[in-house]
């Protein structure tokens, strides 16, 4: 399914994705080091990179990398529209951020937007099953068929990619996705209001 106000989530993704070059341009152009502002685990000082550290890439190449993945899955998890999509967000980026910084090696700083791409993706890719909504249910086997490879960046590998960050991201993005689909029951069960009682004689 798609947003229903399509050119909005489009300007929305695009917007988000701008501010990652800006953010990297900044970092380029400043000698601020302005990607130690990630996330240092279990210390109290880098609590707050959890604040940063989506908006921070290790160079260019990292921020090629997260690119596509960013606007393709930011644009699609808009489908509940943008507010939603506000509130999703928030929750992988906390989620992704917290994971991180109980797990993730000492001296090392993560940052990254790939831990919103996961969680997007998991949060499109579940949906469906909570919501039991066939279209969903679509949209997930197309992504799932697509980038489906993108899952094994879960699992450690890989020394320079911080596989926890992919990790706590998908499981924050399938608690968003939990979350929204009880949401939307209520909401339902609101408006369709009280069964009708019994009356006695």
């Known amino acids: 399914m798609l947003p229903p106000r399509p050119i909005a989530a489009g300007v929305v993704a695009l917007a988000f994705t701008v501010l990652l070059y800006l953010v990297e341009l900044l970092d380029?152009?400043?000698?601020?080091?302005?990607?130690?502002g990630g996330i240092h685990a279990r210390t109290l000082s880098g609590l707050d990179g959890i604040a940063w550290a989506p908006v921070l890439h290790d160079g260019w190449s990292h921020l090629f990398a997260n690119t596509?993945?960013?606007l393709v899955f930011a644009?699609?998890?808009?489908?509940?529209?943008?507010?939603?999509?506000?509130?999703?967000?928030?929750?992988?980026?906390?989620?992704?951020?917290?994971?991180?910084?109980?797990?993730?090696p000492p001296q090392v700083v993560t940052v990254g937007a790939s831990g919103l791409a996961f969680?997007?993706?998991?949060?499109?890719?579940?949906?469906?099953?909570?919501?039991?909504?066939?279209?969903?249910?679509?949209?997930?086997?197309?992504?799932?068929f697509v980038w489906g490879g993108m899952l094994w960046g879960v699992l450690p590998g890989n020394p320079g990619i911080s596989w926890q960050g992919h990790l706590f991201g998908a499981l924050g993005g399938v608690l968003a996705a939990w979350i929204v689909a009880r949401s939307d029951r209520?909401?339902?069960?609101k408006a369709s209001g009280p069964p009708p009682g019994n009356l006695g004689a």
Do not use: C, E, H, K
């Open 68 to 70: 596509v993945p960013v």
């Open 186 to 189: 209520a909401r339902a069960r």
């Open 28 to 36: 380029v152009i400043l000698p601020a080091q302005l990607d130690l």
């Open 75 to 104: 644009f699609l998890a808009m489908a509940g529209g943008i507010g939603q999509w506000v509130a999703v967000t928030a929750t992988i980026w906390l989620v992704g951020g917290l994971g991180v910084w109980l797990t993730a």
């Open 119 to 144: 969680g997007w993706l998991a949060f499109l890719l579940v949906r469906g099953i909570f919501s039991r909504s066939f279209g969903q249910l679509v949209v997930a086997a197309v992504l799932l």
